[in-house]
């Protein structure tokens, strides 16, 4: 018997393994598709809603789907023309931050001449080897053509895919559960399905009101300092405060470099990413929390540790949808009895065991 689960184990750690590796090989494939299926739980409630008062669900999803491209579509037309300027501009801002940043800038600029005087002594000891053979890389233009081009067909999976999903309304779900071969299964797997559905859909719905909140006061915040294209950033806002932790860092750095590039004064420029700095941290550690409340507060650990991973696994993308997997695999794990060890630990709350809720009895002695 040992044998057999020893067996057992291993071959679920070799399937394990597949899986990662069947998406870290398919993520053009497999990342739309999860995109979609998280898009049509997050607007979900709204449809259920809608179809309460009277709309249908085919009418409610079309408008919400048709809704959400026209945002993302404004969002792009507003945003693409600014950040395309920016980046034709990025080598004049990089030494304009440095001529500001002087001290810093010299103690770095020893650093990179030594580190070339080096490179220059081993490049006369290799003179006389193999000749370096130079790979030209694809043109900007080519690149960018490329990353628009397989954006816009990832756009399209995940939208068409959760205006089906939205517009089937209970079929999916009645699907699943006449799938289960006993009346007890079906009514498990009813019941978890729509815990689900419930809780996943009010984590991501209350995630991107937040961050839609969090980004227009970034906005309104840098406008008062007089940053151009202020609205730039909180879109930026938006976005990176999907990626917890290195999502702020990365917003304070990048607000940090554009003020010191836009404003004269060093110490006026750094009101910018200090109150970036202070609105997320205001929205990390009070907001949020309190709204999503401690049941669906994630364990801090366990959530680097994902972003971590899916970031190595599928870069920036992976990065951003770590949480919002990490949320539907907690649920999952919570409504299965094998899994629910693995839903403790990733939780936030912290409940302790039978044995050591109770205070230990005083010994009596004799």
Known sequence: MEHIASIRRSLQLLVLISLFVTAYFAKDLILPILLGFLLALTLSPVVRAMFRIGIPYAVSAFLLV??????????????????????????????????????????????????????KLGAQEDAQGPQEVIVRQPGLLDTAMDT??????????????????????????????QSMPTLTGKKRALQTVYDVEKRVSRYLLTIATINAGLGTVVGIYLTALGLPSAYIWGIAAFMLNFLPYIGGIAGVVLVAGFSLVTFDSVGYAMLAPLGYLFLTTLEGQIITPWLIGRRLEMNTVAVFLTVVFWGWLWGIAGALVAVPFLVVFKVICENFEPLQTIGNFLSAEQVAPDDMRQPPKASTSQ
Do not use: C, H
């Open 66 to 119: 048709f809704g959400t491209a026209l945002v993302i579509l404004a969002v792009v037309l507003l945003s693409a023309g600014t950040v395309a300027s920016w980046s034709n501009e990025i080598p004049q801002m990089g030494q304009e931050i440095k001529e500001k940043l002087s001290g810093v800038s010299d103690a770095v600029e020893t650093m990179r001449s030594a580190s070339e005087e080096v490179d």
């Open 148 to 177: 628009v081009s397989s954006a816009g067909a990832s756009l399209a999976v995940i939208l068409i895919l959760a205006l089906f999903l939205l517009g089937s309304g209970e079929l999916f779900y009645l699907k699943m559960v």
